[in-house]
Nanobody, 127 residues
């Protein structure tokens, strides 16, 4: 079992930055691929970013590429999402997710691959 708790959301003006954190319980965090997803009101959940268990490989949605950076600190059981140059369309509830890694360097971009989800943190970007 993995429990995930997000933090770091808030209200920011367009062009600003936020850093989200996701703290994971358990002693096997380094065995899990991690992801960030978001869901805006009235919209489907969408993939944002993913990182492999060893932190070597990452993936991003086209809409955030070049603005967001995912990283992890396995010693602290934490994954981060640094969000720069925020836009109003980035407004959403952001969820982190975890999935057991079976292949070194792999990552998942589909929500269906993830077994564990956090409650989410609200990010609101004003224009």
């Amino acid at each position: 079992q993995v429990q995930l708790v997000e933090s770091g959301g808030g209200l920011v003006q367009a062009g600003g930055s936020l850093r989200l954190s996701c703290a994971a319980s358990g002693r096997t965090f380094s065995s899990y691929n991690m992801g960030w997803f978001r869901q805006a009101p009235g919209k489907e959940r969408e993939f944002v970013a993913a990182i492999s268990a060893n932190g070597a490989n990452t993936a991003y949605a086209d809409s955030v590429k070049g603005r967001f950076t995912i990283s992890r600190d396995n010693a602290k059981n934490t994954v981060y999402l640094q969000m720069n140059s925020l836009k109003p369309e980035d407004t959403a509830v952001y969820h982190c997710s975890a999935a057991r890694s079976y292949y070194s360097g792999s990552y998942y971009t589909s929500g269906n691959e993830y077994a564990y989800w956090g409650q989410g943190t609200q990010v609101t970007v004003s224009s």
